[in-house]
């Protein structure tokens, strides 16, 4: 599966505001639900979910069961400087991942 | 028709609502009135469905590019060496599907379409019908023609399916003993617990559906509609459903196609 679908913008001018998107493939399985044989799917949520600026953090949100599958994140942020923006997310197997986005300020 | 229900208990499948009176009175909308079911969504759902950056059916549309370009089966092709750049070579195909399939001397379906070539031209087993592999290559085929009106049904060899699809869906059927026109033609614009019934034009599939937390063919939404009645829905793949689809696309003739659409 597509993992993510990030949307930034390619330019922008200093000072500027602009909006992040990030969409996310992943079940959010809330850990409350039965599977066909009676038993708990275990939980698998993405727990952390974290964007940086040229390193520095930007945003950052802790997730929670009640959130659906396949959450879509929106911000906005002051574009400063070239650079790199940063997308990691943690989900409950531990795993993680990252996907990065490049952006030109003028 | 004509005629009043009253107190029908639809418990099973429609969001648990209790006696729900359904009027039979108004006939099926004529052309200029045709609405898509986006049109009776909140405006959040909307603009989800209009921004491929949170519409979340793009992520399937994704993978199906990249299914589209990796070697696949015993040939090692993939769709890409023999189609070529998409955007050219399937633009329009969905929006007139299905279509008369001389193999089977009857209707195919985009899905089994492509497990077609799956079988025959790259000499590996069809994918499962829902699967995740075939909905993405069908979201991502379907996004070809977004926009594109619905042309399905010109070829006349179609005429006895679409009309045995029509049969269908006038066929009271299930413990509740509904058609799909009492509810769809007689009924659309009203409410059965929370939903707004649509006047169900097959234009946004496959599409995500927010109950299901993920993408879903036309297929499993009538198995939906079917289990509403508690009727026993046909199996994935059955020709009824080709039918139905027939008749649907038919009847939503000169639609733009939405494809992936987002529903509630």
């Not at chain 1, 979910?49 to 953090?57: M, V």
Request: net charge neutral; aromatic share 10%; hydrophobic share 40%.
């Amino acid at each position: 599966m597509a993992r993510a679908l990030i949307n930034v913008p390619a330019k922008a001018k200093r000072g500027d505001i602009i909006e992040i998107k990030a969409l996310i493939s992943h079940p959010m399985e809330t850990g409350y639900r039965t599977g066909t044989d009676g038993a708990l799917v275990p939980r698998d949520i993405i727990n952390r979910f974290i964007c940086t600026y040229n390193g520095e953090e930007i945003f950052s949100a802790d997730l929670f069961p009640a959130i659906a599958a396949n959450p879509f994140f929106s911000f906005t942020t002051t574009a400063t400087e070239s650079g790199r923006i940063a997308f990691r997310w943690i989900d409950d197997r531990g795993q993680a991942y990252l996907e990065t986005a490049e952006i030109a300020v003028e | 028709m004509r005629g009043v229900l009253k107190g029908f208990a639809l418990t099973a499948g429609f969001g648990g609502a209790l006696g729900i009176c359904i009027s039979l009175a108004i006939a099926q909308a004529p052309p200029s009135e045709r609405k898509s079911g986006f049109e009776f969504m909140s405006p959040e759902s909307q603009a989800t469905q209009q921004d491929d950056f949170s519409n979340p059916g793009m992520l399937w549309v994704a993978e199906g590019e990249a299914l589209w370009n990796a070697k696949a089966g015993a040939t090692g092709r993939s769709c890409a060496e023999c189609h070529g750049d998409a955007a050219v070579s399937m633009k329009g195909v969905a929006a007139r599907y299905p279509v008369f399939f001389a193999g089977s001397g009857r209707p195919i379906d985009l899905q089994s379409r492509i497990n077609v070539c799956r079988k025959t031209n790259q000499d590996t087993t069809p994918f499962p019908l829902e699967s995740r592999e075939l909905l993405a290559l069908s979201a991502f085929i379907g996004r070809q023609s977004r926009g594109m009106p619905i042309t399905t049904g010109e070829d006349k060899r179609l005429d006895p399916f679409r009309a045995r699809g029509q049969e269908l869906y006038e066929q009271r059927q299930g413990q509740l003993n509904f058609s799909c026109a009492n509810c769809h033609d007689n009924n659309w614009g009203r409410r059965l617990a929370s939903s707004v019934i649509p006047q169900s034009h097959p234009t946004g599939y496959p599409l995500y559906r927010l109950e299901w937390q993920g993408l879903g063919s036309l297929q499993r939404r009538l198995r939906n509609c079917m289990i509403g009645v508690r009727a026993e829905p046909y199996p994935y793949g059955s020709q009824e459903y080709v039918e139905l689809e027939l008749f649907l696309m038919t009847r939503a003739m000169g639609m733009p196609l939405e494809t992936p659409a987002v529903r509630p």
